[in-house]
């Protein structure tokens, strides 16, 4: 029972921290760089999709000097809720007719797709890929699958065990060809100061016209 008690409040205060802009530094501080190392204008739109992910936006812009607003998409349980939106959207299709109203520079999607069968991550790959402009990117990161006991159950609260998967990059780059997507690369994505567990990234992309 006290073990049960005691990792309840560790899951508890974990998730308490990853929604904090200092838990999003130290869970996500390679993204926060990445584009700035990338040299995204001032100018820049920027979509944000993935769980647990809202406190990175302010420290992206505050860095980058951004005078737009990024959008943000948050996805629980395969819902998403755009910007302060509060409704629901279930369909993919759904959340295509909105990110279609925009063309986007970046668009960052962390701790998401491996929760998608192949149909629907096709669906996603060929949605969020049309949203983006011209030489657009979109940098896509996922768990690795971990041996790791703690860690798999340490972060099933805040994410689900589906999120670890072996080698996820090949399935998405895979993917990526069938959607027919222009320019897709591996690339390192580092460091992610916790937890201490492998994330593999890919970048998807167009080119200049």
Known sequence: ???????????????????????QFIFNGAIIRLPEEMHVAENSSILSIGQHQKNLLPILKNRLGLKKEIHN??????????????QK???????GDLINKYKFDLVLCGHYTNLLDNEELKKFISI???SIN???????????????LFFRWFLNFPFS???????????????????KVEFMTEVSVRP?????????SVILGKPPN
């Not at 011209?134 to 790791?148: P, V, Y």
């Open 73 to 86: 998409i948050i996805i629980e349980n395969k819902e998403y809720y755009i910007n302060k939106d509060k």
């Open 89 to 95: 959207y279930k369909d993919l299709s759904e959340l």
């Open 161 to 179: 065990l589906e999120n670890f998967k072996k080698h996820p990059n090949e399935r998405i780059l895979e993917i990526a060809k069938e959607a």
């Open 128 to 130: 969020i890929y049309q």
């Open 192 to 200: 992610f100061l916790f937890p201490f567990t492998k994330r593999k």
């Open 1 to 23: 029972h006290l073990k049960g008690t005691a990792g309840f409040i560790m899951k508890k205060l974990f998730k308490r921290l990853l929604n904090t802009e200092f838990g």
């Open 134 to 148: 011209s030489e657009g990117l979109i940098i896509i990161w996922n768990f690795e699958e971990t041996s790791s």
